[in-house]
Structures are given as C-alpha cells and as structure tokens.
C-alpha cells in the first residue's frame, strides 16, 4: 500500500525493512529539568504579554532555543534515528490558548529549523536523521461535546482544525521537516482534519512525505478517547497511506501490549510505531513517571522479539538515557515485516 515516491524521507520505507527504527523521547520530561521560569518562557520578545506563558513550551524555540537543540542533540546522541520537532501544541487553535495564535507559523518554522540542524549535525552515510514535524491532537476536539448538558456543542470544526493544521505542516516543510508525524491522537475526526491539511499541503506543493499517524488508547478499555477500538481506528485512517501506523502516551508499555499486538495484525500493510510512557505516572520519580530506562527497555525489547515493531520510542517521562537503553535492545531484532506477517528473529551478533 506504501509504494508513494517520497520526494523527501525517501530512505525512511527501506531502513523500516531492513531495522527497527529510533525514535525520540519526551521533550515535556527534558524541558523540566531545566526548571524555567515565565520570565525564560517570555524572554525579550514576549515580556510584556498580557497572559502567562510559562508552561507553554512550544514557544521556547524562539524564546529559549539553545535549551530545545540540547534536548535533541542528546536523543541523538543516545541514538534516535527520527526527532521529532517541538511543535505538539503549537497549532493556532492551541496557541489561542496562551494567546499567540498569531506566532503559530514561526513557532513551527523556528521548531523545524532547529530539528533540521541538529539531524544534519548528526547525520552520516551510514546513520541518516529524519526530522518528523509533528501535529499534536490541539486541546479541541471535533466529536466530543466539551458540554455534558449540550451533546451536540462543539468548540472548535473541521474546517477550522483543517487550517490550522495545513498553516503548521507548511511551516514545517517550509523548515526542512522529512516527515510528519500526527500524534497523541484521541479524536479520531481531528487526525482526519490534519489527514486532510497534509494531503491538500503536499498536493499543492508537489512535495510528497512520508506520514505516521499515531493513536492513543486512554484506558483499559483498549479504545481511543472518541470511542474507537485500535482496528476500527486502523480502518477509518488506512486511506491516508501512511508509512507508518502505531500507538503512544496515556500508557506505559506493559498496560499498551494487547493494544499494539492487535494493531500489528491488522495493519498488515504498513509499518508500526510504538512509543509508550515510561509506566505510570510517579510524582516521587526524578522524570515523574515509574519506569527506569532499563525497565522501558526491556518490555520494548519483548515487543521486538514477539514481531510487532518497525520503529520504537518513547514518550512522557522518557529520556535519552531511556532511548539509549531501547536502541541499544530493540536493535537485536529483526523489523515486523509488512504485509499481514509478523516474523522476527534475533539478528546474529
């Protein structure tokens, strides 16, 4: 179903064959450690905001962008093969928000720039890096009520989340994204609004770019927020063709398993994509969440041997140190193959 001639992240089709691919870990998680404070979120250029913009991280590229081209030299450094840029929120619907709906472009633009640098410093014949612009899921949702006594009341539409997302992929081509990554997915209609944004884009632009599209099953129910099972989400995004089909956050990897196993059959043919929290979250742990590095690393590995990954990483309360310890495990194994099999063997050492 992936035979689509990539005018960039080309390479990214073969090396998912041939390897389990890295991707990187938290940047909310390597953000804290840095303990900024709003006058680091505001900096010269937003000092006299009327709102507050601490926790606002999507902004600290402009702001702060030594601190975000650190975090994603180390993940490479610790071995990730795909950074993706720090734009989860950074959509104009989001940054309405915070009230910078206005910046959404340079936001973007400035995220990318930074990943494509820190890639291109990183990169080798051998070890090529790919930035994945990400489109996070924006703090709206277009099939669910956010008024429990109104179910028809929406607050944001498809045609609004459709622009703001076809603004931030431009921007993002426009920085030297390979990819596009859309992620932490818990309305299945708000991804179709970015499906949608990224097909126009690339149709207008003749640019054409690999896209993984990344679930997120909330709770033990084994469904996404907007109610659906992992197969049925499968099946209501497979149009897209994406290069790359997995599941993230809201669970650590032990609480994902049955969720990526069943993904990893139905989806027989494209790649699959896990990138799990590091366990539960854990206020006394150091990044917050239950999981050392070589605990994550070890239930990936599992994931690995049993044939269900093309790429893996992490997500919330991840690290480079816990990106090293997947790489360092998953990297024993043979990729899932596509095409309904799910075949894996150790690689000769």
Known sequence: MNSITYTRGAALPHILAQRIAILDGAMGTMIQRYKLSEADYRGERF???????KGNN???????PAVISEIHEQYLAAGA???ETNTFSATSVAQD???????????????????????????????????????GPTPRTASISPDVNDPAARNVTFDELRAAYKEQAQALLDGGCDLFLVETIF???????????????????GE???????????????????????????????????????LNCALGATLMRPYIEELSKVAGDTFVSCYPNAGLPNPMSDTG?????????????????????????????????????????????????????????????
């Open 47 to 53: 000092k006299a905001h009327p709102k507050d913009l």
């Open 58 to 64: 999507d902004l600290l590229q402009i702001t702060k």
């Open 81 to 83: 093969d795909i950074i």
């Open 97 to 135: 928000d915070y009230g910078l709906g206005a910046a959404a472009r340079e936001i973007n633009l400035a995220a990318a720039r930074l990943a494509r640098e820190a890639c291109d410093k990183f990169s080798s014949a051998d070890k090529p890096r790919f930035v994945a612009g990400a489109l």
């Open 187 to 205: 309305d299945t209609l708000n991804a179709k609004a970015a499906i949608f944004a990224l097909d126009e884009l690339m149709e207008e632009t």
């Open 208 to 246: 054409r770019l690999p896209v993984i599209i990344s679930g997120t099953v909330t709770d033990a129910s084994g469904r996404i927020l907007s109610g659906q099972t992992v197969s049925a989400f499968w099946h209501s995004v497979r149009h897209a063709r994406p290069l790359a089909v997995g």
């Open 289 to 349: 969440f239950d999981e050392t590095p070589q605990i994550t690393g070890s239930l990936l590995e599992e994931f690995a041997k049993a044939g269900f990954l093309n790429i893996a990483g992490g997500c919330c309360g991840t690290t480079p140190e816990h990106i090293a310890e997947i790489a360092q495990r998953v990297g024993r194994y043979q990729p899932r193959c596509r095409h309904g099999g799910v075949f894996s063997s150790l690689l000769a050492a």
